[in-house]
């Protein structure tokens, strides 16, 4: 089982940049498929990206470009560098971990991962 922290959101204007960090808690962490969702007000959470437990990495097309993912086994972290950033970014993100054998399938969708974070606001202003 782990545990899953985030922080670094906050607000910040079109085209600026922010870096959000999940920190994970509990065993085995590089074992762990680690992702970035999103899920702004009326709307369904979205994947915005993954990195698998073999290091590869996805991204959703809307964020393709702009966003990099990251994670640091040894410290038991996630990182999303997220640049250029829209208005239509804004929402709460999430982070989430799907434990699997090392370079299991790990698709960038909700119903895959197991565990979450309580998440961390973004807010682009135009």
């Known amino acids: 089982q782990v545990q899953l922290v985030e922080s670094g959101g906050g607000s910040v204007q079109s085209g600026g940049s922010l870096r959000l960090s999940c920190a994970a808690s509990g065993a085995d962490y590089s074992h762990y498929c680690m992702a970035w969702f999103r899920q702004a007000p009326g709307k369904e959470r979205e994947g915005v990206a993954k990195i698998g437990n073999g290091g590869t990495t996805t991204y959703a097309d809307s964020v393709s470009g702009r966003f990099s993912i990251s994670r640091d086994n040894a410290k038991n972290t996630l990182s999303l560098q997220m640049n250029s950033l829209k208005p239509e970014d804004t929402a709460m993100y999430y982070c989430?971990?799907?434990?699997?054998?090392?370079?299991?399938?790990?698709?960038?969708?909700?119903?895959?991962?197991?565990?979450w974070g309580q998440g961390t606001q973004v807010t682009v202003s135009s």
């Open positions: 989430a971990a799907k434990w699997g054998p090392l370079y299991a399938s790990c698709p960038l969708s909700a119903s895959s991962f197991d565990y």
